[in-house]
């Protein structure tokens, strides 16, 4: 596709809920980044894919948080047992490679998930 | 660790006006510098990067920023503001041993026609 794409855009759960959130980076990138934006804050790190693998899972903020990209493109966020305090905005970004002028990340709209 | 300082959440100017947002960012080693805007209701863009060589960066719309590696700071500046510039921008850092971005917490601007 032309860019990042997320959906769905808006996700209202109740606590307690699991929910997906799905990203389908640029054609022909390798390399996929998840991101939380809260409100008032900038984007937080919280997962980076090389290929199908997660390079680095540092900041997934606990274990209710999971992320895969089984074939290498598009990519799923999961979180168990929602919390209020999970609300936000969660922003998928990918790039060409990962060294030099590859390494340029473009971002998706978001998915607004909302926590009740 | 990584840490990005945007001392100005709030800006606002009026049209024609210059613009200079402030970024400082905390990292002992080699680093890549990004500015990206997101416009109301929009994704976030990148404005410009800064890699190596020419610590004064040109990019989209008018935008430049300078690297100044003694200050630890990636100053973003434009001449003269549109009312179309209305947005928020984010000053963003990635150490070359890492890939994931370390983002500031961002500056709104509002530009008065």
């Known amino acids: ?11 209202v759960t109740e606590k307690g ?22 409100l008032g804050q900038g984007p937080e790190f919280l997962i980076y894919f090389q290929g199908t693998g997660a390079a680095d899972d540092s900041g997934l903020p606990n274990d209710r948080f999971f992320a895969v990209r089984p074939e290498g493109s ?10 209020r305090g999970d609300s936000a905005v969660y922003l998928c970004a990918s790039s060409q490679g990962t060294s030099g002028s590859q390494n340029i990340q473009y971002f998706g709209a978001g998915t607004r998930l909302s926590v009740l | ?27 002992g080693g080699t680093v890549n510098l990004f ?4 416009y109301p209701g929009q994704h976030l863009q990148l404005l410009l990067k800064y890699f ?3 610590p004064l960066v040109k990019g989209i719309k008018g935008f430049e920023a300078e690297f100044i590696k003694s200050k630890f700071s990636f100053n973003l500046r434009k001449p003269s503001v549109q009312w179309s510039d209305t947005a928020e921008y984010f000053c963003a850092v990635k150490g070359l041993s890492f890939q994931k971005l370390v983002f500031g917490t961002g500056t709104r601007l509002l530009v008065s026609p």
């Open chain 1, 74 to 83: 598009v990519s799923t966020l999961k979180i168990q047992r929602t919390e």
């Open chain 2, 1 to 27: 660790a990584q840490s990005v300082s945007q001392h100005n959440h709030h800006v606002i100017l009026s049209e024609a006006a210059s613009l200079e947002l402030g970024c400082n960012y905390s990292y």
């Open chain 1, 17 to 38: 809920k699991y929910v997906e959130l799905r990203c389908d980076p640029i054609s022909g990138h390798t390399a996929l980044y998840w991101y939380r934006q809260s």
């Open chain 2, 35 to 38: 500015w990206y805007v997101q």
């Open chain 2, 52 to 54: 190596s060589g020419d």
């Open chain 1, 1 to 11: 596709g032309a860019g990042v794409s997320q959906t769905p855009s808006n996700k």
